[in-house]
């Protein structure tokens, strides 16, 4: 039996026949047919060994059937239906396409009427019975100032403020002073300056008095005359500084607000030659002329200390308001 099968398969293979590449080829082509699993099975059992070899040829023995459907019969119906029959999960249920939606047609705008466009009898405005307010006019400052002429030097003595102070005074009310002889005549050593050479110097020119404990008041009443005043104040640093006041500025209702003054420190470092000094910063530093610094025994009782200038001349400047 062994030596036939062999026999078998030595006739086929001399005559070219090569059963695996047909299987192959015909598996291929009927891959969608009932029989493709058991084909694809057919080819496994053939390549396990020899013992079937010679039942390559199927229709030539009917007992190679019958061992195919007792071999491979339950896989075909296990395998098979995989292969050839797609699972109900995949099949898409039919669409069924819906026309478009139409949507209602909107109403026609009523049409226009031109006679509704025509103006209409309008009725009065409303009387309104509000209680009448008073109206208040807003708030207005005003400033005084007097022509004082403004010194210019190019360099300022040490210890010089009461000499500026005399200069631009009289050279305010007339009298022309140059502000470096007077510094080389009354105070080439750049000491500090007190307040008894000022008042004896302007009161040859001019007249002068001095008060101590004075009052705004009076600084304002001496620049309403047309004629500056003289102040002692402290300086930043605390040391007793002389100052010219030149004017003012009040608010709607009288009261002053700030002091224009001409000087060695404030004035002389501004554009104009002048500054303004707030109310309560004056009297501060008018009231406690001296800080840190030691006054000579005439000066020690200083306290709002000022020179009344031009006591002896008719000479007063014009004052300037600005509203």
Not at 103 to 121: F, I, N, V
Not at 169 to 178: C, P, R
Not at 192 to 202: G, K, N, Q, S
Request: proline residues 8%.
């Amino acid at each position: 039996m062994a030596s036939l099968f062999s026999g078998a398969r030595l006739f086929q293979d001399q005559r070219g026949f090569q059963p695996d590449v047909q299987m192959a080829a015909q598996t291929e082509a009927r891959f969608h047919s009932p029989f493709a699993a058991l084909e694809q099975h057919r080819r496994e059992w053939l390549a396990n060994g020899p013992f079937l070899s010679s039942l390559r040829m199927p229709f030539f023995n009917p007992l190679v059937w019958l061992l195919r459907l007792l071999r491979f019969g339950p896989s075909l119906f296990d395998r098979g239906q995989d292969l050839v029959f797609p699972p109900l999960s995949s099949v898409r249920p039919e669409q069924k396409i819906e026309p478009p939606r139409q949507e209602p047609q909107a109403a026609r705008p009523p049409a226009l009427d031109l006679r509704s466009l025509q103006p209409g009898p309008t009725a009065p405005p409303a009387i309104s019975r509000l209680e009448p307010s008073t109206v208040i006019a807003p708030s207005k400052d005003s400033a005084v100032s007097l022509n004082c002429r403004t010194l210019r030097p190019e360099t300022i003595w040490r210890n010089s403020c009461g000499q500026y102070a005399v200069a631009t005074v009289l050279n305010s009310l007339g009298i022309e002073t140059d502000y470096d002889s007077l510094c080389l005549a009354m105070n080439p050593n750049g000491e500090p300056t007190r307040a008894t050479p000022l008042v004896e110097y302007m009161d040859k020119k001019i007249g002068a008095r001095s008060y101590n404990n004075g009052a705004a008041d009076q600084i304002k009443q001496q620049i309403d005359s047309g004629k500056p005043a003289i102040l002692c104040l402290r300086k930043d640093e605390g040391d007793a500084h002389w100052v010219v006041v030149s004017g003012y500025r009040q608010d709607s209702s009288g009261n002053i607000t700030s002091w224009e003054i001409r000087d060695t420190h404030w004035g002389a470092n501004a554009r104009a030659g002048k500054a303004e000094l707030a109310h309560a910063d004056l009297l501060d530093r008018w009231t406690n002329p001296f800080g840190h610094t030691l006054p000579s025994a005439d000066c020690a009782k200083y306290s709002r200390y000022w020179i009344q200038t031009g006591t002896k001349t008719s000479n007063a400047l014009s004052g300037a308001e600005v509203t």
